[in-house]
């Protein structure tokens, strides 16, 4: 804990402990996730359209439906399947952005 | 039952399976997507330097680990976070928009979550729509609370965020009613989207809120939505140790 209240966090400190909650959020607390149908589910199944959605073509991926193929564990499989979740969102978003930006910054700091 | 492997679970909120909507609509949808995509790859470059890039992958994986997160909503329904608008608000639109977008194209292509054919779909309605209604209410509530400074931020935010979700679903209806495959009636469907995703919304505003305001106490000069804003304060010295 940071004691000067006039000292702001870094940005790659700020990035790092966003990105340590991410991992919590999507590799551990993601087991205790609603597991009802959501809002479009729902509404597909009153109203009788559920059924047009056809198979998915990546369905039989290794991680389909947030899930880790041979795993059986849920909490393990699910919580696997976040983790890899997060580490290629990352690995995208991060390069991604990192191509576009412009160098250096309007204002300073850091 | 909490787990993600429930049989009836073929998707999240939001995320339009494959077959819902018609061959000529999904490819209009993709035509769409490819057009907002493309403009967004030129434009965020406007938003993005060395400072603020880090935040927005940052966002992107906050967006994605969120989306695993249902929350019962009550009857047997859940939601999750669209995040469009906190992405809006923190990194600005345009880069929000490829925020999603990632997002989107990893969970269709790897975890089967949102059709293939519907990615152009799902895209329009929540890399486009969810982001930019999100962020055109947040610009409209900061127009009338700009005397308020950067710490009203998180609340417009919240609210934005809470008007975008129905905003979406309502957008699905429209593209239901044009390419739907299956007749259902339409007043019917716009009651049932656009209701429950008024609910999921409060939810969406609620993260929207703790997020954008986590940020907003800590780097308020990284938030997008905060410029402006902060430029009215006078300047501070930061003696600031770069890692």
Same mark, same amino acid.
Request: hydrophobic share 55%; with cysteine.
């Given at each position: 804990?940071?004691? %000067?209240? /006039?000292?702001?966090?870094?940005?790659?400190?700020?990035?790092? %402990?966003?990105?340590?909650?991410?991992?919590?959020?999507?590799?551990?607390?993601? $087991?205790?996730?609603?597991?009802?149908?959501?809002?479009?589910?729902?509404?597909?199944?009153?109203?009788? $359209?559920?059924?047009?959605?056809?198979?998915?073509?990546?369905?039989?991926?290794?991680?389909?439906?947030?899930?880790?193929?041979?795993?059986?564990?849920?909490?393990?499989?699910?919580?696997?399947?976040?983790?890899?979740?997060?580490?290629?969102?990352?690995?995208?978003?991060?390069?991604?952005?990192?191509?576009?930006?412009?160098?250096?910054?309007?204002?300073?700091? !850091? | 039952?909490?787990?993600?492997?429930?049989?009836?679970?073929?998707?999240?909120?939001?995320?339009?399976?494959?077959?819902?909507? !018609?061959?000529?609509?999904?490819?209009?949808?993709?035509?769409? %997507?490819?057009?907002?995509?493309?403009?967004?790859?030129?434009?965020?470059?406007?938003?993005?330097? !060395?400072?603020?890039?880090?935040?927005?992958?940052?966002?992107?994986?906050?967006? $994605?680990?969120?989306?695993?997160?249902?929350?019962?909503?009550?009857?047997?329904?859940?939601?999750?976070?669209?995040?469009?608008? =906190?992405?809006?608000?923190?990194?600005?639109?345009?880069?929000?928009?490829?925020?999603?977008?990632?997002? =989107?194209?990893?969970?269709?292509?790897?975890?089967?979550?949102?059709?293939?054919?519907? +990615?152009?779909?799902?895209?329009?309605?929540?890399?486009?729509?969810?982001?930019?209604?999100?962020?055109?209410?947040?610009?409209?509530? /900061?127009?009338?609370?700009?005397?308020?400074?950067?710490?009203?931020?998180?609340?417009?935010?919240?609210?934005? %965020? =809470?008007?975008?979700?129905?905003?979406?679903?309502?957008?699905?209806?429209?593209?239901?009613?044009?390419?739907?495959?299956?007749?259902?009636?339409?007043?019917?469907?716009?009651?049932?989207?656009?209701?429950?995703?008024?609910?999921?919304?409060?939810?969406?505003?609620?993260?929207?809120?703790?997020?954008?305001?986590?940020?907003?106490?800590?780097?308020?000069?990284?938030?997008?939505?905060?410029?402006?804003? +902060?430029?009215?304060?006078?300047?501070?010295?930061?003696?600031?140790?770069?890692?």
């Amino acid at each position: 804990m940071t004691t %000067a209240p /006039r000292q702001p966090i870094t940005t790659p400190r700020l990035v790092v %402990a966003g990105l340590v909650v991410c991992v919590v959020l999507a590799a551990i607390v993601s $087991f205790w996730a609603s597991g009802h149908p959501d809002g479009l589910e729902f509404v597909a199944e009153k109203l009788g $359209f559920i059924d047009s959605a056809g198979e998915h073509a990546t369905g039989d991926s290794p991680l389909a439906d947030y899930g880790v193929a041979g795993i059986d564990n849920a909490r393990l499989s699910g919580g696997l399947a976040g983790l890899i979740g997060v580490v290629v969102v990352a690995a995208v978003a991060f390069g991604l952005m990192h191509l576009l930006r412009r160098r250096g910054t309007t204002d300073d700091q !850091d | 039952m909490c787990n993600k492997h429930v049989p009836v679970r073929k998707g999240s909120d939001m995320h339009v399976p494959d077959g819902f909507l !018609d061959a000529p609509t999904s490819v209009a949808t993709a035509a769409v %997507a490819v057009a907002g995509v493309g403009l967004a790859l030129s434009r965020a470059r406007r938003e993005l330097d !060395d400072r603020t890039a880090p935040l927005a992958g940052l966002v992107a994986v906050f967006v $994605f680990a969120a989306q695993m997160l249902n929350f019962p909503v009550g009857a047997g329904t859940s939601g999750h976070l669209l995040g469009g608008t =906190l992405a809006a608000v923190l990194v600005g639109p345009w880069t929000a928009t490829l925020c999603l977008t990632v997002v =989107l194209a990893v969970q269709a292509l790897l975890f089967a979550d949102g059709g293939i054919t519907a +990615l152009g779909t799902n895209i329009t309605l929540m890399a486009l729509v969810g982001v930019w209604a999100g962020w055109l209410v947040f610009v409209g509530l /900061r127009r009338v609370a700009r005397s308020a400074g950067p710490k009203v931020v998180p609340a417009l935010a919240g609210v934005a %965020a =809470l008007v975008s979700v129905p905003t979406a679903a309502l957008a699905f209806t429209a593209l239901y009613a044009v390419g739907g495959r299956a007749p259902i009636p339409l007043g019917e469907l716009t009651a049932a989207m656009v209701g429950w995703h008024t609910v999921i919304g409060i939810g969406e505003g609620v993260i929207t809120l703790l997020a954008v305001g986590s940020i907003i106490a800590t780097r308020p000069d990284l938030v997008h939505g905060a410029r402006g804003l +902060l430029s009215a304060r006078p300047l501070q010295i930061r003696t600031e140790v770069p890692a």
